[in-house]
C-alpha cells in the first residue's frame, strides 16, 4: 500500500511539532515523485515549519508556487493553523 497525502501530513504533522523544518520538507520532497498532491494543511504546515525555522527564502518559494488568490487563504491557514 502506498503512501498517501494523508499519511504524508501525519508525518508533517509530527516533524512540525517537533521543530524539524528541514524533516517537514524533505517528506514534501518525497510526495512529488509518487504524486502525492498536497493539500492545504500540507502546505499550512510548509509555511509554519519555514517561518519557525526562518527558512524565508524557502516560504517564498511556497508561497510564488500559489495561485495569487490561493495565497490568502494559505496565509490564513498557516496562521490560525
Known amino acids: 500500500m502506498a503512501p ?3 499519511s504524508d501530513n501525519f508525518a508533517i504533522g509530527a516533524c512540525e ?3 524539524k523544518p ?3 520538507l524533505q517528506v514534501h520532497q518525497h510526495m512529488m515523485p509518487r504524486k ?3 493539500d ?3 502546505y499550512a504546515s510548509l509555511i ?3 517561518i519557525a525555522g526562518s527558512l524565508w527564502s524557502k516560504e517564498e518559494e511556497i508561497l510564488n508556487a500559489h495561485k495569487q488568490n490561493s495565497k490568502r ?3 490564513i491557514s498557516a496562521t490560525y493553523g
Do not use: G, I
Request: charged content about 15%; some cysteine.
Open 17 to 19: 511539532c517537533a521543530r
Open 73 to 75: 487563504q494559505l496565509l
Open 4 to 6: 498517501s497525502t494523508t
Open 40 to 42: 492545504t494543511f500540507t
Open 22 to 24: 528541514e524533516f517537514v
Open 36 to 38: 502525492c498532491m498536497p
Open 48 to 50: 509554519r515549519a519555514c
